[in-house]
């Protein structure tokens, strides 16, 4: 017979068993869909993390204060490390020139925002004016943190766009409206453009800025905690990371500062997130194995019910490798079907939960789902197949 046959008699079998062929499926239809659908969560996350870097500046140097080894940890060093920056070292980094376009000093700290009995904790932000170009943070309406805000210690806020939304509503402007930081009156003079903050890690549009003197004074602070540094261009960056260290050396010890490069950064998150994505997947995957386990199961169940069949095929002249070709033809197309339907339904499943977090399905995540399905027919199947085609036509045919 050819394989056009073998097809036909193994679609016949599974047609006439419909239920049993669709549970027998369940399996690998579920470990399929699963594995897309946590590998799109991992993938999304990780576009995601690398938009959000995009977004707030790729040409920006972080300068940490304490030592710290991204690959090794803080070598036994707490992250919370008091600072050694002052403010003059900002005021010469801004002097350089050269590869360094402008510095700017921060400290966040967490805190209540109060406004007409609503209340929300966010982080808080002291910053000086230039930080929202640093930062890539534009105003959707009101205005900014100005110098004057900074010198003179004003207490005004700019408000993500989540927190306006949250304190205040979405009919009426927040801008000029009175909230309260711990207590503390303060006037809301503008509001930030949306980020698309949402998925997992800090959320952008939920974080607000008051004046960095305001700041130190109200969270009894002397000291910037974070140094921003932007650098003219991409190109420019290790130039200026370079620069920043050489001029905090003057000052600082080597364990006193890490100047870290934003594209540092992202690699190693980006390391770390594909590290959990890889396990996503790999946990899903378990399922797949189930699924394969079923199969040969049903596979062993159908050839001790096929018995007498079997019997009669091979008393006629059938040899054994057409009955071994026929049952390894059944395990892989349910394999294969269940797989395409698992692609489908993780695709969908993905695509609706994109309206929630960001997700990505990736071309590698079908491919290898659908080609590690197929094994698991091919695998599973085996032992049935063989089986069935050891059977002895005379005892089978006795069979009952």
Known sequence: MNIGVYFKLSLNSLSANKIRSILTMLGIIIGVASVILLVSIGTGLQAYVTNQFASLGSNVVFVLPGKVDLKRGTQGRPLTQVSKFELQDVTELNRLGGPIKQASPMIQTQGTLRAR?????????????????????????G??????????????????????????????SAINQTLTINDIRYTVGGVLESKGGGGLGANVDEQVYIPLSTALRQFNQSKPSIILVEAIDQSSVEEASSETKKLLLRRLKDDDFTVLE???????????????????????????????????????????????????????????????????????????????????????????????????????????????????????????????????????????
């Open 117 to 141: 009995g609503e209340s929300v904790s966010v982080p808080i932000i002291g910053v000086w004016e230039n930080v929202f170009d640093i930062r890539n943070l534009a105003v959707k309406e």
């Open 143 to 172: 205005k900014r943190i100005a110098q004057s805000d900074v010198e003179r210690s004003r207490k005004v806020i700019v408000l993500g766009s989540e927190t306006s939304k949250n304190l205040f509503g979405t009919e009426e």
């Open 262 to 400: 934003q594209k540092e950064l992202l690699s190693t998150i980006n390391q770390f997130l594909g590290t959990i994505t890889v396990a996503l997947g790999g946990i899903a995957a378990i399922s797949l194995l189930v699924g394969g386990i079923g199969i040969m199961n049903i596979m062993l169940v159908s050839v001790t019910e096929r018995t007498l069949e079997i019997g009669l095929r091979k008393a006629v002249g059938a040899p054994p490798e057409a009955i071994l070709i026929q049952f390894l033809i059944e395990a892989i197309v349910l394999s294969l079907v269940g797989g395409t339907i698992g692609i489908i339904l993780g695709s969908v499943g993905a695509l609706l939960l994109s309206r929630f977090i960001q997700t990505s399905v990736s071309l590698w995540s079908i491919v290898l789902s659908f080609s590690f399905s197929a094994f698991i027919g091919i695998v599973f199947g085996v032992a049935p197949a063989i089986r069935a085609a050891r059977l002895d036509p005379i005892a089978a045919l006795r069979y009952e």
